[in-house]
C-alpha cells in the first residue's frame, strides 16, 4: 500500500493506494483518515485496484471553506475521481462518507457503478438531527469532545478496544479546521440527496451495525428500500465503526456487492 498525494483545484488530495484490477474508491468518515479502511484495503486489494482517499481536512487533502456544504464534499469526490482517472468506480463510503458516496451515484452515474453506503445516515428525526447540530456548532467553536462519540461507537470486547485505541488517535491528529468543516456539512447533509436515492440505478449496499443508533438498522432498510438496485446487511452485535469491529462480514458484503453485475454507463 502507498501513500500519495495529487494536486487538486481545491488544493492537495491525499489517498492510499493498493492491488490491481477493477477500481474501487473508499471514503471515510468525519474525523478519520484514509488508514480507516485498513482492513478493506488489505481485502479487497487481492482483486481490485483500491484507492482510499483522505476527506477534505483530513489525512493529507487540503480543507474546504468554513460553510461548505454536502454538496462541495459531493464536487470533490468527483473532482477526486476525474483527476486520478478511474472512470466508473465501484464507490463505497462510511457514515459522512456514506452521504458523499450517495449523493455522487444520485448526481453523477457517468462516474459511479456501484455504491455502498457503510453506516449512513438517512433523514435523521427531529431530535437527532438538533443534537448533531448543536455538536457542528461546539466543534466549530472549538469545543471538541472525544469521549462520547468513542462510547456511543464501541463496546468493551477486546477486538472494540483496540479499534477504539486507534480510532482515538485519528480523532486526535485531525486537523480542527477540516475536522468542523466537514462536520458542518455532515450535520446538515442528512436530507440533502435524499429525494434522489430512488434514482440510483446501480447496485447499491445499505450496511450497519444493529447498534448504531445514529445511522440505524432502520435508515439502512429505508435507503436499500428506495433504490432500484438495493440491498440492506445489518450485522448484528456491531456499532457505528462496523467496517473495523466486523472487517470479516464487511469484507464479505463488499465481496457480494462487488461481484453483482452493473449497467453500462446510463449518460
Known amino acids: ?3 500519495t498525494t495529487l494536486p487538486l483545484s481545491e488544493g492537495t488530495l491525499g489517498f492510499r493506494s493498493a492491488g490491481n484490477g477493477p477500481p474501487v474508491v473508499l471514503i471515510h468518515g ?3 483518515q484514509s488508514a480507516a479502511w485498513g482492513p478493506q484495503i488489505a481485502h479487497l486489494a487481492q482483486t481490485h485496484r483500491v484507492i482510499a482517499l483522505d476527506m477534505p481536512g483530513h489525512g493529507d487533502s487540503t480543507a474546504l471553506p468554513f460553510g461548505a456544504k454536502l454538496e462541495d464534499f459531493v464536487a470533490w469526490a468527483a473532482n477526486a475521481i476525474t483527476a486520478l482517472g478511474l472512470g466508473r468506480v465501484s464507490l463505497a463510503g462510511h457514515s459522512m462518507g456514506a ?7 444520485a448526481t453523477r452515474p457517468d462516474l459511479v457503478a456501484r455504491v455502498a453506503l457503510i453506516n449512513g445516515v438517512y433523514r435523521r428525526s427531529t431530535d437527532a438531527r438538533a443534537a448533531v447540530e448543536a455538536r ?16 456511543r461507537w464501541f463496546g468493551d470486547s477486546p477486538p472494540e478496544i483496540a479499534a477504539r485505541d486507534l480510532v482515538a488517535g485519528w480523532l486526535r491528529s485531525v486537523d ?6 466537514a462536520y458542518g ?10 429525494d434522489q436515492i430512488k434514482d440510483i440505478t446501480c447496485p447499491l449496499l ?9 445511522s440505524t438498522p432502520a435508515m439502512a ?14 450485522i448484528k452485535g456491531h456499532r457505528h465503526m462496523v467496517n473495523l469491529t466486523a472487517p470479516e462480514a464487511v469484507n464479505a458484503a463488499l465481496d457480494t456487492w462487488l461481484a453483482t453485475p452493473t449497467q453500462e454507463d446510463p449518460r
Open 99 to 105: 452521504l458523499v458516496a450517495g449523493g455522487l451515484a
Open 30 to 32: 468525519v474525523g478519520m
Open 176 to 181: 480542527p479546521k477540516g475536522y468542523a468543516v
Open 136 to 151: 457542528a456548532s461546539q466543534i466549530k467553536d472549538g469545543q471538541i469532545d472525544l469521549d462520547t462519540p468513542l462510547n
Open 185 to 194: 456539512a455532515f450535520a446538515r447533509g442528512d436530507a440533502t440527496y435524499a
Open 221 to 234: 432498510q429505508a435507503m436499500a428500500h428506495a433504490a432500484p438496485q438495493g440491498r440492506c446487511v445489518v
Open 206 to 214: 445499505a450496511l450497519t451495525g444493529d447498534g448504531d443508533a445514529n
Open 1 to 3: 500500500m502507498t501513500s
